[in-house]
């Protein structure tokens, strides 16, 4: 057996509260409210916004705010919206780049109206896009001048409206390249959009899933993957699959999730579901530039590597509700705060820490030496690293159904050796992974 040259280190099985993924940082909203979706726009810039919470803990519906960050999530500056006071929803900011977003919000007495500002929020102008009959879902601009609309239909005709001039006009898609809505009542989520190169999906309150592969010029539609519960979001990967997060319950019932994965290249839904699915999915991401999955469920967030089929447990924390989650890269990724009523509103926007969480976002192999003894253990497993180099290293353990059950940090270390206390583990088999800001290891071990 290899010589470790090291301390030994005497690790209990609790999770430790050392190792923290989401770092958080003020949100400077202006009034008490819920933390919503983030957009970036590169590694530097991104939006938010949220809905202001009443003393009930409910949505007024009105006096909305953004927060915008310029640099990588560590400062944040909110704004107002002097167009958008009365009342009204604000379905979606799309974000181009530190001064330029576009943002979408259906006024309930004078209906759609998209707004535009180009120097960070400062003005926003009403545009001249002819949405005003109808709520609108979502916008995208894939550069300066290509870009989409969608919201209800209209006489079982979608709206759907592409410009290729920046938005200086607008131009409804035809009957003949989109499918007929099932009635005037399928409407679309308002923010559920997930983009991959030139693809597009956004989902209806049906459950079908309207897909393009040409930025909004012809479309099709993948019907329901299920009649028990509801669509919740949409995401894509690189590979260009499509991720529909379904949930149900309440907070009084508790919740369930669903989760289906469908290729343009599929015929049907592939059911992702885990038997564990008693929770919410508060927040779903794909990681760009790499195969990884994320997914927030309130106090939880997982990992998956290989589209969505298993994942792990990374991070358990209880003293924080995160929700919507965006990734610009393995070093760059927002989550927002969910709120726990008007007295505990959401204060920060939640930044991912990078590294060395980065190996366990982009699991390349890394060399260092792992050893586990006993195995099989009954009491405590020893575990004994030696890298090339002083790193930061993350340890987990997990059962076989991604369950975390054990995490630790530790920093600048080249060697280490540790005496894990497993003897309230059930008998089975785990998995432990030590990652670091290059990648991981992951071996297994059984306890009796």
């Given at each position: 057996m290899k010589n470790f040259t090291l301390s030994l280190i005497v690790l209990c099985v609790t999770l430790s509260l050392q190792a923290q993924i989401w770092e958080p940082h003020n949100a400077d909203f202006l009034l008490p409210t819920q933390g919503w979706r983030i957009t970036p726009a590169n590694d530097s810039v991104a939006w938010t916004f949220g809905f202001v919470l009443d003393s009930a803990g409910d949505f007024t519906q009105r006096d909305y705010s953004y927060s915008r960050t310029t640099d990588g999530g560590n400062t944040w500056v909110a704004g107002t919206f002097p167009g958008i006071q009365t009342d009204g929803w604000l379905c979606h900011i799309f974000a181009q780049d530190e001064n330029t977003a576009w943002l979408?919000?259906?006024?309930?007495?004078?209906?759609?109206?998209?707004?535009?500002?180009?120097?960070?929020?400062?003005?926003?102008?009403?545009?001249?896009?002819?949405?005003?009959?109808?709520?609108?879902?979502?916008?995208?601009?894939?550069?300066?001048?290509?870009?989409?609309?969608?919201?209800?239909?209209?006489?079982?005709?979608?709206?759907?409206?592409?410009?290729?001039?920046?938005?200086?006009?607008?131009?409804?898609?035809?009957?003949?390249?989109?499918?007929?809505?099932?009635?005037?009542?399928?409407?679309?989520?308002?923010?559920?959009?997930?983009?991959?190169?030139?693809?597009?999906?956004?989902?209806?309150?049906?459950?079908?899933?309207?897909?393009?592969?040409?930025?909004?010029?012809?479309?099709?539609?993948?019907?329901?993957?299920?009649?028990?519960?509801?669509?919740?979001?949409?995401?894509?990967?690189?590979?260009?699959?499509?991720?529909?997060?379904?949930?149900?319950?309440?907070?009084?019932?508790?919740?369930?999730?669903?989760?289906?994965?469908?290729?343009?290249?599929?015929?049907?839904?592939?059911?992702?579901?885990?038997?564990?699915?008693?929770?919410?999915?508060?927040?779903?991401?794909?990681?760009?530039?790499?195969?990884?999955?994320?997914?927030?469920?309130?106090?939880?967030?997982?990992?998956?590597?290989?589209?969505?089929?298993?994942?792990?447990?990374?991070?358990?924390?209880?003293?924080?509700?995160?929700?919507?989650?965006?990734?610009?890269?393995?070093?760059?990724?927002?989550?927002?705060?969910?709120?726990?009523?008007?007295?505990?509103?959401?204060?920060?926007?939640?930044?991912?820490?990078?590294?060395?969480?980065s190996g366990l976002i982009d699991p390349k192999p890394i060399d260092i030496t792992l050893l586990l003894s006993p195995n099989p253990a009954v009491e405590n497993i020893q575990i004994g690293v030696e890298g090339k180099h002083a790193e930061d290293y993350w340890i987990l353990i997990n059962d076989l159904s991604g369950k975390l059950m054990y995490k630790r940090e530790l920093t600048n270390e080249t060697s280490f050796a540790s005496s894990i206390d497993i003897s309230s583990y059930v008998n089975g088999m785990y998995t432990i992974t030590v990652s670091n800001k290059d990648g991981l290891r992951t071996e297994t071990f059984v306890k009796l």
């Open positions: 979408s919000f259906f006024d309930y007495a004078e209906g759609g109206k998209v707004f535009y500002t180009s120097d960070g929020g400062q003005n926003w102008e009403l545009t001249n896009a002819p949405v005003e009959n109808f709520f609108i879902g979502a916008l995208h601009f894939w550069d300066n001048d290509h870009g989409v609309i969608w919201g209800d239909p209209i006489d079982s005709l979608f709206s759907i409206l592409t410009t290729s001039n920046g938005g200086l006009t607008w131009e409804q898609v035809s009957a003949e390249n989109m499918p007929p809505a099932i009635d005037n009542e399928e409407y679309t989520g308002a923010g559920n959009i997930a983009v991959n190169g030139d693809n597009i999906w956004f989902d209806t309150y049906y459950n079908r899933v309207l897909y393009s592969a040409d930025r909004g010029l012809t479309w099709t539609v993948w019907d329901n993957p299920s009649a028990d519960h509801y669509g919740l979001d949409v995401k894509a990967d690189e590979d260009n699959f499509l991720y529909y997060i379904h949930s149900l319950g309440s907070n009084a019932e508790g919740y369930t999730f669903e989760l289906f994965r469908r290729h343009p290249d599929d015929s049907d839904w592939t059911n992702l579901t885990p038997t564990d699915n008693s929770k919410y999915i508060s927040g779903f991401s794909h990681v760009p530039g790499t195969n990884t999955l994320v997914a927030n469920l309130i106090n939880e967030t997982r990992v998956s590597y290989d589209h969505g089929d298993t994942w792990i447990s990374i991070d358990f924390d209880s003293t924080f509700r995160r929700g919507y989650l965006s990734f610009v890269s393995d070093q760059i990724g927002y989550s927002c705060q969910m709120p726990n009523g008007y007295d505990h509103p959401s204060e920060n926007v939640y930044k991912y820490i990078g590294t060395p969480l």
